[in-house]
């Protein structure tokens, strides 16, 4: 799988852009808020038709825009295909879906189109930060590998929202029961799908991540586990059991105003030796069991999708060390990769790929210019010499 041409149209400080991309790495450098970033959030956008970096699709305009949109053409096992997002700030269908040039109805009908990993200096937190980041990391992961998945996660979030809020309305007065049934009845049966989901797919990260995490460290007794923390056991049935939870905590969650159990208080619980990492992990600990997250995710979505999808690195060079810098390197081979960095001498003289320069112009616009042959060759001599300087 890879993005052949990148296209931009009034997304963010872009006015308009097309960009044909190398199938191997594209290295995009330049200075803090030129718009490197932004190149990423608009293939983000084309794969899971929302922002990594926000919840408002409408900070994505441009300013003084009513409208923005971006699209990629991309290519995978069973031909070349256009995805786009368009993006209204007024008007009742805000967000535009097209597939091949046809819009389609439904978000859905967009997900494991173009598949991509991306991996962030907030993802370096994965390990130290509360359960939504590891939740939403899985989520991610696994909508983009079954729209069956994802649907239901839409539908358990609807039910849920509609749940808390019937909760607020009836603290401190009766409680008619029936109101909460439909609700919890959907959250029920959308849990059915979810949890094996889960738990098939943690069984899997779980094997990549503690190999790779001894790739990395070069520790083979240092023992790093990722363990699937469900809200039911094993052998439950999913449907019944959280109904029946859901209906027993009933009176204890209108007194908290919101829902105590179900997949949203799921957790993946990491270990080092045994010990949560959160509590007795170093920071080195914390940064290699990330990155060998992040890179099991990539090995699994080769191994249920067929293909590797796209990875998208954005700034994270500059935070790890030399030698998780080239274990990220050696891994991403034969995997279209798009970089971005402040300075091109972050890749650690990486033999091929190809340089973009990302700048802003008089009027405040992005501009991505290549880097010429020529150039190019001189910059990867320059960082041979400076590599062996080292």
Not at 126 to 147: A, E, I, Y
Request: proline share 3%; charged share 30%.
């Amino acid at each position: 799988m890879r993005v052949k041409k990148l296209k931009l149209k009034q997304f963010r400080n872009y006015d308009a852009l097309e960009l044909t991309l190398d199938p191997g790495v594209n290295l995009f450098f330049g200075p803090n808020g030129s718009g490197k970033t932004n190149l990423l959030e608009a293939v983000h956008y084309c794969a899971l038709g929302r922002s990594h970096r926000t919840a408002q699709d409408r900070e994505v305009i441009a300013r003084d825009c009513e409208m923005g949109a971006c699209g990629v053409t991309m290519e995978k096992r069973d031909g070349v295909h256009d995805v786009a997002v368009k993006l209204l700030c007024a008007g009742e269908k805000r967000k535009q879906v097209f597939l091949d040039g046809k819009r389609t109805p439904r978000l859905a009908n967009m997900m494991g189109m173009l598949q991509c990993v991306i991996f962030s200096p907030e993802d370096l937190m994965l390990v130290k930060d509360g359960p939504s980041v590891r939740r939403r990391f899985l989520d991610m992961l696994l909508s983009q590998l079954s729209t069956q998945y994802f649907l239901a996660l839409q539908s358990y979030q609807q039910a849920l929202r509609q749940r808390n809020a019937l909760l607020r309305q009836y603290r401190g007065v009766p409680v008619a029961a029936d109101a909460f049934l439909p609700w919890e009845e959907a959250m029920a049966r959308a849990a059915a799908v979810i949890v094996p989901e889960r738990r098939r797919c943690c069984l899997r990260l779980s094997r990549e991540a503690q190999e790779r995490y001894r790739s990395i460290s070069g520790r083979e007794r240092e023992a790093f586990a990722l363990t699937y923390e469900s809200c039911l056991p094993e052998n439950a049935n999913i449907s019944d059991a959280v109904f029946r939870a859901l209906e027993s905590a009933r009176g204890e969650d209108i007194r908290r105003g919101g829902t105590s159990f179900g997949p949203h208080r799921e957790d993946l619980v990491l270990t080092i030796q045994g010990k949560d990492m959160r509590l007795f992990a170093s920071q080195g600990q914390m940064r290699t069991a990330a990155l060998a997250m992040k890179l099991s995710e990539l090995a699994v979505f080769q191994q249920m999708a067929g293909e590797p999808p796209v990875l998208l690195l954005d700034d994270v060079m500059s935070e790890l060390d030399l030698n998780r810098r080239k274990r990220l390197l050696d891994e991403i081979r034969g995997v279209q990769t798009l970089i971005t960095c402040t300075d091109e001498s972050d890749l650690n003289a990486q033999e091929k790929y190809v340089p973009w320069r990302v700048y802003t112009d008089a009027a405040g616009k992005a501009q991505v210019m290549a880097c010429v042959h020529e150039e190019r060759e001189q910059r990867l001599r320059e960082l041979d010499d400076s590599f062996l300087d080292t």
